[in-house]
Each structure stands twice: as C-alpha cells, then as structure tokens.
C-alpha cells in the first residue's frame, strides 16, 4: 500500500533563508506525487506536482520538488522563505490504480522577521 | 476554483445522534473524497468514490459510511456521532488519476460533538 512520511512537523526559518520540507514515499508502482498548501482557515490548493518526465517540479511561488526515485523522495523546497510562505505543507501520493489519495501528517512551517 | 460546495460549514451535534454532512460538485469529476483533518494527523480518508455507487474505504472508515446516488453528490454519514469524531471533514474531487490531474479541495465542515 501507499504511504506518506513527512519528516519535521514544524519548521521555523528566518525570512530570506532556504525552505525544505521532507517527503517521503512508499509506492509499488511509479507514484503520482503532490504538495498541497493549507492556509489558516481555508482549504487545500496544489503548489505542484510530479507525474512522469523531468524530476524537478516548479510549482507556484517560487516553490519546487525534485522526484528522487532511489531514495523514495520528493522534498519541498524555495530559496528565498517569505512571510506569507507561513502555513501547513502537506505532501501526498495517489494510491496506484484506484484513485486513492493518501496525504503525510503536515509540515507548519514558520517564516520569522 | 472548482465548483465544490460542503454542507453544512459548521455543526454541533450531541453524542449518539446521527449527522449528515454533504458534498457537492459542478465539474461532473469521477473520483470524490472524504478526509478528516486533525491536529497531528494531517489528513486521513475516510471513504472515497470511484463512480456512481462506487465507493471503497480509506485509512479511518470505522463509523463513518457513504453515499453517492448521482454524480455531483458524495455524502458522508457518522451513524452515531462519538466525541473522537470532532474534526474538520474535507470533500475533494479529482477528475482522474490516469489523467494525473490535480485534487480539489472543498472549504471543509467544522464538527463538534458534544
């Protein structure tokens, strides 16, 4: 079965420092994989995502992934941390042929002055 | 934004009692889901549904049961409702993940059970 680890459930960087959160997979088949964005008090939207083709994914501000098949990887990362960038990170992985989407546990990631 | 309605947004409903909450999409998506979204858990599937009287079970099914007679409605069930079953719900819909096409997430119901 599919899974999900997202190691570091909270992440504190200063503004202006590198972002990287970790993700890592667990698939039988070649895995459909996602970072999703929560907002306070809102739902998820996509930041990114890697199907087939190249490994490193850009997806919306500023952030990108890179898909590391022999080490079941797919770590969030964004050179420059903003203040807005302050929110819950959460990495998921469709579940092979079914349609099943499984997500990890959530990364808060906290951006200081 | 996709077209994805959650009823009702907020409930506060007593232990025992049965609850409804529902899903509602314009985007005629195959695939629909039911999380729960809990501090330190993330999100956990509940159920999810694969077409029309198409359902299977997720990670944490146990109390919970669905329905999708139609289309655009996936509704989620809590028989009767426990305290362990306050959480905020999620509906996601996804077109198909043979298109690898993206989820989209509805805006969440808060449940309390008291």
């Known amino acids: 079965a599919q899974s999900v680890t997202q190691l570091g459930s909270h992440v504190s960087v200063s503004e202006g420092a590198l972002v990287l959160l970790r993700c890592n997979y667990s698939s039988s088949v070649p895995p459909y994989l996602f970072w999703y964005v929560q907002y306070p008090n809102q739902g998820l939207q996509l930041l990114l995502k890697?199907?087939?083709?190249?490994?490193l994914v850009k997806g919306i501000n500023g952030f990108e992934a890179e898909f590391k098949k022999s080490e079941t990887s797919f770590h969030l990362t964004k050179p420059s941390a903003h203040m807005s960038d302050a929110a819950e990170y959460f990495c998921a992985v469709y579940s092979g042929n079914t349609g099943k989407l499984i997500f990890g546990q959530g990364t808060t990631l906290q951006v200081k002055p | 934004d996709a077209g994805i309605t959650q009823s009702p947004r907020h409930k506060v409903t007593e232990t025992g009692t049965p609850v409804t909450l529902r899903c509602h999409q314009t985007?005629?998506?195959?695939?629909m889901y039911w999380y729960r979204q809990d501090p330190g858990h993330g999100l956990r599937l509940i159920h999810y549904s694969y077409g029309v009287k198409d359902t299977d079970k997720g990670e944490v099914s146990d109390g919970y049961s669905v329905s999708r007679s139609k289309t655009e409605d996936f509704l989620l069930t809590l028989e009767s409702a426990t305290s362990s079953q306050t959480s905020v719900y999620f509906c996601?819909?996804?077109?198909?993940?043979?298109?690898?096409?993206?989820?989209?997430f509805g805006q969440g119901t808060r449940l309390t059970v008291v």
């Open positions: 890697y199907t087939t083709g190249a490994t």
């Open positions: 996601a819909i996804s077109e198909s993940v043979h298109l690898n096409t993206e989820a989209f």
């Open positions: 985007e005629n998506h195959r695939y």
